[in-house]
């Protein structure tokens, strides 16, 4: 017996334990709609730069979605998200499927400093 | 006497308000930097190297010491990696406002035989929340260490003078006394 991972466990962990609401925009100015994700925001220290004796801290968001939120019409780089609860935009700089039905959006922010 | 020490602290003096990272400069620094760092300057002196002048006389060396120079800065992220285009941009602009800023700084210059060299390096990350980069400028400078700023010969500092000079019997004998250090 196979289990349906997006509608058993995706779909519950999403849009009724952790998930959130974010504004999707397509790239070339597609309709907005909103999706149900789970953000991270957690800290890292990966960033590399020349200099290696003094580190860098930053945070690495993230937005796990379900890709069957998308149908015919998966994210792509260059599109954006607007998460409501920070109130900040991004733009998709590399999608991460994990082959289970769940992408992991690699954002980047785009608000002006 | 010229100390890599001093000329740290002078590149310090040189860079204030002199680029975009205003008086925003670390000298040293250990903590790692952050959002609220940017733009940030990090300076630092950890090498120099000495030539000597031969075998014969005593030590005297031509010294070179690196101070090497950091510039860290974060630009918003944009479509098509617009943001390293950005970050890019504004690094070589740090590169030549460091450069300028150092090179030719006439306390510096003042102390120096001359500049040997500068190297510079950037890198751009996409890791993080903004796209962060950092331009490096090491900055070569030349000076002369003698044997006056190493080991002090030991020497017994002088108490006093007597001088005489001998005549005959029943004469006035001239001279004089004399005790250092006098108040």
């Not at chain 1, 519950?12 to 149900?36: K, N, R």
């Not at chain 1, 580190?55 to 998460?83: E, K, M, T």
């Not at chain 2, 400078?141 to 005489?164: I, K, N, S, T």
């Amino acid at each position: 017996m196979t289990i349906d991972w997006d509608s058993e466990v995706l779909e519950p962990c999403h849009d009724q334990a952790f998930g959130e609401p974010a504004a999707f925009s397509p790239q070339g100015g597609g309709a907005p709609f909103t999706v149900t994700g789970i953000f991270f925001n957690g800290f890292t220290q990966s960033v590399e730069l020349v200099d290696g004796s003094i580190g860098v801290n930053s945070v690495q968001p993230v937005f796990a979605v379900r890709a069957s939120l998308f149908g015919a019409s998966p994210p792509r780089r260059n599109d954006r998200i607007a998460v409501q609860s920070n109130g900040a935009t991004y733009v998709i700089r590399d999608i991460q499927p994990d082959g289970m039905g769940e992408l992991r959006l690699q954002l980047q922010r785009t608000d002006p400093l | 006497m010229t100390t890599t020490a001093d000329l740290r602290e002078l590149t310090v003096q040189a860079l204030q308000n002199k680029t975009g990272a205003a008086t925003n400069i670390y000298s040293p620094r250990t903590w790692s930097t952050w959002s609220g760092d940017y733009p940030v300057i990090l300076v630092r002196a950890p090498e120099e190297e000495g030539q000597s002048f031969g075998r014969n006389g005593p030590p005297a060396f031509t010294v070179t010491s690196a101070i090497h120079i950091a510039a860290r800065i974060h630009v918003p992220g944009a479509e098509s990696d617009g943001g390293a285009v950005a970050a890019e941009a504004l690094l070589e602009q740090y590169r030549e406002q460091i450069k300028a800023a150092v090179i030719n700084y006439p306390p510096i210059m003042s102390q120096l035989q001359q500049y040997p060299f500068f190297r510079s390096s950037i890198a751009i990350s996409d890791e993080g929340e903004r796209p962060i980069g950092e331009v490096t400028v090491s900055i070569g400078m030349e000076f002369v260490q003698g044997p006056e700023d190493f080991y002090p010969v030991p020497v017994v500092p002088l108490q006093g003078v007597d001088a005489q000079i001998t005549e005959p019997n029943g004469t006035p004998i001239p001279g004089a006394t004399i005790d250092l250090p006098q108040s």
